[in-house]
Every structure is written in structure tokens, then in C-alpha cells.
């Protein structure tokens, strides 16, 4: 038995005939099921007695440039084939992290003929794991599935259904008991040709290699990888963290404009999705959107153009050529540019057939063509793409949609082992060369994971399409997931007003106030998609400052720990079972929280630890646009009371940390007109001195910063106005009322 992580609370037990266990502080967790590979169309297994360990198990100590030392089990296979095929698979067990890697390494032999005929199942398995017995009520799960990862599954694992993926959508599965500790199991390495199956028949998860994949050629490896740990989505976090640390993983983030400013979108559910201003075209609508923002002082710093816009091919309507067509811009994309004033978001399809750019139709570029999707191989393709997109109409941020029907509708990317990561691969490579961010749209799980080697991949969207009064603003738990990987969740495009815009398409949105505040607390972008004339102004400037950055907390809203295990153990007392979302602004160390309860039933209490706020000591709280503002102690012994309200009731509750200042009780509440009142893009510093409290923050043109302050049982306003062109501020404050203003 070894161990892993400084703890050494994970343990890997590999008996001499292949079979393991797996425990946590002595507890048997998994109990290894069955090793197989496809050969030359047969299935050889070790639960079938064709195929059997002929080497190991062998221990060696090794060291991973990016994880540090770790333990080695190697296991060498052989089928019971014509050519006696050998397969090695190895556990690494690392010391500093509870982590285990499971590999499967063809360096031996390659395999032929390895298709099991569909592509949601293996035709590899390794790992392959029951929960045992012993454990199994004592074990919760939440599963992902499907686009967006828009199913989540939270349930007991003692369950006799679960509904847990087994086909290409399958995503990482987190296993955890009724104290919150976890494990996430996913693909660590070829994560385009990777997937987990699970087996209802022998309640059996799987990893290995997707069922359609023909050859997989001599010197392949691919790995998956379990990581343990306290806390369910700080392991997540943690899991994320080791899949960066091995790719080093360095996001194009702070490079990326879409995420730090408020831009103007045109996608499914705006106004403006296949619709334009009566007997005007989308040039003119565009530049009147334009000029309507900054009557009302809507700083839009970009504008996004959605899928209307390019030409498409007959066969599968996917993009024939990505230019405008006349009759959306009359003057082409650079007019349109010109007189926006603001650099351009563009969506993009996956290929037809029919497209311009393959060899196979004239192109120049090298494509794979099949019925009725065509793929690029080809780099230099992207670098062509985007260059001039960017050159000659502004293109700021490349949006890459229908990423499953590209990947899932194809045969090579089905079959071949290294068609779809090259396609992404390239793209990124594009990217990087032209200094630009993507956004992937309608990815599944392996894009997702895929983007650890794609560092230009800033964002994703989070949940399906915006129609107005749908619930795809649910993005609590996949945001997790994005977070881990150090994407940005996108919750999509949204309407501010709920009047009727006498829409063609949608109905009015009746909860403008939720998609708002869904819309800044993702971090991702913010995309108002109002008819001209139709925009909240308020709301939208509750996002933002007057130059229209975005004011962010400093990671993304996600579901609370509670509300997962409440779910999951529901009955047994434990967690919330109410949908309870939280974060946080980290300002110099101090901490402070939101808290979202969004359709709770019936009135709940929470205290700091239950939405995982990070603060310690004592904060004052209060509820976002309460009908009288007050404050209240808040911690351990001060719990806050949520609840209840109906779904389009959301509530949205502010911490602000108390210190102490001239042997008094302080709190900076921060600009209540704000989402966020404490922004870290607002708030660059906060020091507390003997000589006063310094606040340095950053403002926009012209702009005016009300912000609410307690001192004991005093709540006071203080007022600073700013340069006239913006910049550093830094407010001094003495006592109550007792402040400076210095520009």
C-alpha cells in the first residue's frame, strides 16, 4: 500500500493480480472493476481471463517537473491475441498533493482495428472503479452532462438509478462523503479522445479511450487522474489547479477587453437576433444601437455580431465564408467598424462542406471534407482567418459556437486520435499569434478540459442559449467547473426591462433584476441585448463604472458547499438543500462576501463557513435594495437569515469585515448603488493606519463615488468626486464625516 498527498490520508493498495483499492483514512472508497483493450476488433479484458499481467505490479519513486516527486505502479499487459499485444498502465501517487494519475501508455504496441462500433462507449478502460459496499450511503456525486455541462446530477451514490453520463458528453464526476471530503475524477492528458463511461448494469464508472477511435498508433499515452481533498468545491479548485500546473497553464485573461467592460450582444434571445429595426439592415441598426448608448451614457466598449452576419453553405448551413454579406452590411465589415467606434465580438459556425477556404473547393488551406461538416487541419489557416479580422474590421474576440456538432458529427474527429485537439490546438495557435481571446460556445466537457493546453481561451458560456424568462441564468455549479480551469463563465446575453419591446421572436423578460446580477457576478462578460430605446440605464450602470469597466468580485458566484450536500444527503440533516450561491472581493486581505439565495422555500440560516466566505472575524451584512437599509452582526454566532422568496424574488445579501480604528467598530459597506460594492476593480487598496483609513480606488471619467461607511452603530455617506478624465483616487478618512478627497 502506498500513500499520497502530505496527509497521507489517500492509500493505493494493486494486488499481483492487477485489481486495487483505493481508500481514505483507511477506508475502502473504489475497488478496481475491469482493464480492457480493443484489438483488432475483440475486447480483451482481465474480468475475461484474456488479458493477464505478466510484469508487475512494479514500485518505483519518480519526479514530475511540474508535480513534484511521486510514486510509480507499473502494471505490464498482455492480450491474448495473434500477436500477444502488451499495454502498460501505471498509477502515480504524488507526496504533495492527494492526487493519483492512472496512464495508459502504448509504447509497446500500438492497437488496430480498436473501434467498438459506438462512440459513447470504450474501447479502453482504465481506471475502472465500484464504490464499495461499505461506503456507498455514506457517498454523494455530482455529475455533469450534456452541452454547456446544463445537466447536474446531485444525488446519494446508494441511489439504485444514477444519473451519472456514459457517452461523449461525459464530464468530471465528483464522489464525496457526508463530511465534504472529495474526489473529481477526469482526463488528464488527450482529453479530445478521452471519456468516462459509466455502467448501470455493474454500477461501474470507466475511463479510457472513446469507443470509435479505429488505430491508436505505438507511443500514444493517455492518462486520467483522481483528486482528493477536504472541502467539495475546494477540491474542485484543487483538481483544477493540478491540471495548470501540468499544462502551465497562463490564461490570455487580463488581455481580454470583453472581460473587463460592458459591450452590447446580438446573440439568441437579444432583440436583435435575426431581427433589425423595421426596413433597415443590421448596419444601420448597429450603428443606431450605437448612437441611442451613448445618448442614454451607455459606455458599450465593444459590440457583438452573431451569426447572421457571414455566408453560409446550402448543404449543412454551416460557414461557407466568414465575411458579411452585402445585405447585412451594404458597406462591409470595416464601415461598420468605423462607425461603431469599438472593436468587434464575432461568432462563428462550424464548416460546410461547401467552404471556400478548403483545397478540396479552391481554398488554400488544408480541410478535412466529409458530408456535411468540413474540418481545418491546417494552422497557417487561422492565422489567416483571424489577422485579417482583426485588421481590417476589429476583431476583438473570436467566438467559437457549435463546438459539439464540429466534434460529434464528424467521423475523423470520432475516429482518429488526433484530428480534434489539432483543430483546437490551431485555432489557439492563431489566436496567440494575433493576440486575440476566444470564447468557446456550446462546448462540451472535453473542450473545456482541452483549454488547459489553449491558454487564449478565456472564456465559455456557461448554460444553454438566453431566451427571456428561461432559467439558463442556473450557473452555479458549472461555474465551478469553469473557475477550476480559470475560465470565465459566460451566462450569455440579456434583456434590463421587462416592458414588451413587441419582439418577433421572444416574449418580455420578467426578471431583468436576476439576469443582471447573474450577468456581473460570473466575472464572465456582461452583454446587455435591449431594443433601442428599451435599455435600463440604472441597471446597467449598477455593473459598471462610467467608463463602462466592469465591477467584478474576485471569482465567480458558485453554489455553496451546503447547498450540494444538502442535496445530495437530503433527509439526513446535513447542509441546506436550498439554492444558497456565494463569493467574494478580496481588497488587501479583506473579505467581502455575496451571498445569493435564489428560490429558497422557506427561511434558512447560514453563518460564514456554510457559503465558504474565507473571512474571519465579525462582518456587517445587509440585503441589496432592501426597503430599508440596515445592517446586522454576522458570524459563527451571528448567523444570517435567508429566505424565503419565489424564484424572480432573488435576494442578495453584502459583507463588509469590521475593524477596529480609533477604539471603534469600522466597515466600509462600499457603493451601495452597485452589484458589487466592493470591487476590486473599484478598490485597489484598503489600509488602516494609525494617522486614518486610506482608501485608493479607481474611477472613470468624471465620475462621483457614493459610498456607505459604519462606524459603530452610525451608517454615514461620503462623497469624492473624481478627475475629470478619471484615475487614481484616494480617500482619507478620520473620523465620521471627517475624510479627504485627493485626486
Same mark, same amino acid.
Given at each position: 500500500m502506498i500513500r499520497s498527498g502530505s496527509d497521507?490520508?489517500?492509500?493505493?493498495?494493486?494486488?499481483?493480480?492487477?485489481?486495487?483499492?483505493?481508500?481514505?483514512?483507511?477506508?475502502?472508497?473504489?475497488?478496481?472493476?475491469? #482493464?480492457?483493450?480493443t484489438i483488432n476488433g475483440v475486447t480483451y479484458s482481465l474480468m475475461a481471463g484474456t488479458l493477464n499481467l505478466v510484469e508487475g505490479p512494479t514500485l518505483s519513486k519518480q519526479w514530475s517537473s511540474r508535480l513534484g516527486p511521486m510514486q510509480q505502479i507499473s502494471l505490464t499487459w498482455q492480450a491474448s491475441?495473434?500477436? %500477444?499485444?502488451?499495454?502498460?498502465?501505471?498509477?502515480?501517487?504524488?507526496?504533495? =498533493?492527494?492526487?493519483?494519475?492512472?496512464?495508459?501508455?502504448?509504447?509497446?504496441?500500438?492497437?488496430?482495428?480498436?473501434?467498438?462500433?459506438?462512440?459513447?462507449?470504450?474501447?479502453?478502460?482504465?481506471?475502472?472503479?465500484?464504490v464499495s459496499?461499505?461506503?456507498? %450511503?455514506?457517498l454523494g456525486y455530482l455529475s455533469f452532462d450534456q452541452l454547456f455541462m446544463r445537466v447536474q446530477t446531485v444525488a446519494s451514490w446508494d441511489l439504485p438509478v444514477k444519473h451519472i453520463s456514459n457517452d461523449l458528453y461525459s464530464a468530471p464526476l465528483t464522489i464525496f462523503n457526508e463530511t465534504k471530503y472529495t474526489m473529481v475524477l477526469s482526463s488528464f492528458k488527450e482529453f479530445m479522445v478521452s471519456s468516462m463511461f459509466y455502467d448501470g448494469k455493474s454500477d461501474a464508472v470507466q475511463q479510457g479511450i472513446m469507443g470509435m477511435i479505429t488505430e491508436i498508433p505505438k507511443g500514444f499515452i493517455?492518462?486520467?487522474?483522481?483528486?482528493?481533498?477536504?472541502?467539495?468545491?475546494?477540491?474542485? $479548485?484543487?483538481?483544477?489547479?493540478?491540471?495548470?500546473?501540468? +499544462?502551465? #497553464?497562463?490564461?490570455?485573461t487580463d488581455n481580454d477587453l470583453t472581460l473587463k467592460y460592458i459591450g452590447y450582444w446580438t446573440d439568441a434571445g437579444a432583440f436583435y437576433y435575426y431581427n433589425t429595426e423595421t426596413n433597415i439592415t443590421y448596419e444601420k441598426t448597429l450603428i443606431d444601437v450605437k448612437d441611442e448608448a451613448?445618448?442614454?451614457?451607455?459606455?458599450?466598449?465593444?459590440?457583438?455580431i452573431d451569426s447572421w452576419w457571414y455566408y453560409r453553405g446550402l448543404i449543412s448551413s454551416g460557414v461557407k465564408n466568414w465575411t458579411a454579406?452585402?445585405?447585412?452590411?451594404?458597406?462591409?465589415?470595416?464601415?461598420?467598424?468605423?462607425?461603431?467606434?469599438?472593436?468587434?465580438?464575432?461568432?462563428?459556425? +462550424?464548416?460546410?462542406?461547401? #467552404?471556400?477556404?478548403?483545397?478540396?473547393?479552391?481554398?488554400?488551406?488544408?480541410?478535412?471534407?466529409?458530408?456535411?461538416?468540413?474540418?481545418?487541419?491546417?494552422?497557417?489557416?487561422?492565422?489567416?482567418?483571424?489577422?485579417s479580422a482583426k485588421k481590417e474590421w476589429g476583431l476583438i474576440l473570436y467566438e467559437q459556437d457549435w463546438l459539439n456538432h464540429q466534434f460529434e458529427d464528424m467521423s475523423c474527429t470520432l475516429e482518429n486520435v488526433t484530428v480534434a485537439r489539432k483543430w483546437l490546438m490551431d485555432m489557439g495557435k492563431g489566436a496567440m499569434r494575433n493576440g486575440l481571446p476566444i470564447q468557446y460556445c456550446m462546448p462540451m466537457a472535453r473542450h473545456l478540459l482541452q483549454t488547459v493546453e489553449i491558454p487564449h481561451v478565456t472564456q465559455a458560456r456557461a448554460s444553454d442559449d438566453y431566451h427571456p424568462? =428561461?432559467?439558463?441564468?442556473?450557473?452555479? $455549479?458549472?461555474?465551478?467547473?469553469?473557475?477550476?480551469?480559470?475560465?470565465?463563465?459566460? %451566462?450569455? =446575453?440579456?434583456?434590463?426591462?421587462?416592458? =414588451?419591446?413587441?419582439?418577433?421572436?421572444?416574449?418580455?423578460?420578467? +426578471?431583468?433584476?436576476?439576469? #443582471?446580477?447573474?450577468?456581473?457576478?460570473?466575472?464572465g462578460p456582461v452583454g446587455p441585448s435591449d431594443r433601442i430605446g428599451f435599455e435600463n440605464v440604472t441597471r446597467i450602470n449598477r455593473t459598471i463604472n462610467s467608463d463602462g469597466l466592469l465591477l467584478q468580485p474576485s471569482r465567480p458566484m458558485m453554489a455553496a458547499d451546503d447547498y450540494i450536500l444538502g442535496t445530495a444527503f437530503a433527509g439526513k440533516g446535513l447542509g441546506v438543500s436550498e439554492r444558497v450561491w456565494s463569493t467574494y472581493s478580496n481588497v488587501s486581505g479583506f473579505i467581502f462576501g455575496a451571498i445569493m439565495a435564489i428560490d429558497v422555500a422557506k427561511p434558512i440560516q447560514v453563518t460564514p463557513e456554510n457559503v465558504e466566505l474565507e473571512m474571519t472575524g465579525t462582518s456587517y451584512t445587509y440585503m441589496d435594495e432592501a426597503p430599508v437599509f440596515s445592517t446586522k452582526l454576522f458570524d459563527k454566532d451571528h448567523p444570517l437569515t435567508v429566505g424565503p422568496n419565489p424564484e424572480e424574488?432573488?435576494?442578495?445579501?453584502?459583507?463588509?469585515?469590521?475593524?477596529?480604528?480609533?477604539n471603534e467598530s469600522w466597515a466600509i459597506l462600499g457603493e451601495t448603488s452597485k452589484l458589487v460594492p466592493v470591487s476590486p476593480n473599484r478598490f485597489n487598496t484598503i489600509t488602516v493606519a494609525s494617522e486614518g483609513i486610506h482608501l485608493e480606488l479607481h474611477t472613470g471619467a468624471r465620475e462621483v463615488i457614493k459610498m456607505m461607511v459604519q462606524t459603530g452603530d452610525t451608517t454615514w455617506e461620503l462623497e469624492c468626486a473624481g478627475l475629470e478624465a478619471g484615475g487614481r483616487l484616494v480617500i482619507k478618512i478620520k473620523n465620521i464625516n471627517v475624510f479627504a478627497c485627493v485626486t
Open positions: 497521507a490520508a489517500v492509500a493505493l493498495k494493486v494486488s499481483k493480480t492487477g485489481s486495487y483499492e483505493i481508500s481514505v483514512d483507511d477506508v475502502t472508497w473504489f475497488e478496481s472493476h475491469d #482493464t480492457y483493450f491475441d495473434k500477436m %500477444k499485444t502488451r499495454i502498460i498502465t501505471a498509477f502515480q501517487l504524488f507526496e504533495e =498533493n492527494p492526487a493519483i494519475v492512472f496512464t495508459q501508455n502504448f509504447s509497446l504496441a500500438g492497437l488496430s482495428n480498436s473501434s467498438v462500433g459506438n462512440a459513447n462507449h470504450l474501447c479502453t478502460s482504465f481506471p475502472s472503479f465500484t459496499s461499505g461506503v456507498r %450511503k455514506h493517455q492518462q486520467s487522474v483522481m483528486q482528493f481533498g477536504a472541502g467539495i468545491k475546494e477540491t474542485v $479548485l484543487q483538481w483544477g489547479k493540478m491540471l495548470r500546473k501540468q +499544462y502551465n #497553464t497562463k490564461r490570455y451613448e445618448k442614454n451614457y451607455i459606455p458599450y466598449k465593444y459590440y457583438q454579406m452585402p445585405s447585412v452590411f451594404p458597406h462591409n465589415s470595416s464601415y461598420v467598424y468605423k462607425n461603431l467606434g469599438y472593436p468587434i465580438a464575432a461568432h462563428n459556425k +462550424y464548416w460546410d462542406p461547401a #467552404t471556400d477556404y478548403a483545397k478540396k473547393n479552391g481554398g488554400a488551406f488544408d480541410f478535412i471534407v466529409e458530408f456535411i461538416r468540413a474540418i481545418p487541419q491546417d494552422e497557417e489557416f487561422w492565422n489567416f482567418l483571424l489577422s424568462g =428561461n432559467d439558463q441564468w442556473k450557473i452555479g $455549479l458549472t461555474s465551478i467547473i469553469h473557475h477550476a480551469l480559470d475560465i470565465r463563465p459566460f %451566462k450569455d =446575453n440579456f434583456r434590463t426591462n421587462p416592458a =414588451n419591446d413587441h419582439s418577433p421572436k421572444y416574449q418580455p423578460e420578467p +426578471y431583468p433584476g436576476l439576469q #443582471t446580477v447573474i450577468a456581473i457576478y460570473s466575472t424574488h432573488y435576494q442578495l445579501w453584502h459583507t463588509a469585515p469590521i475593524f477596529k480604528f480609533n
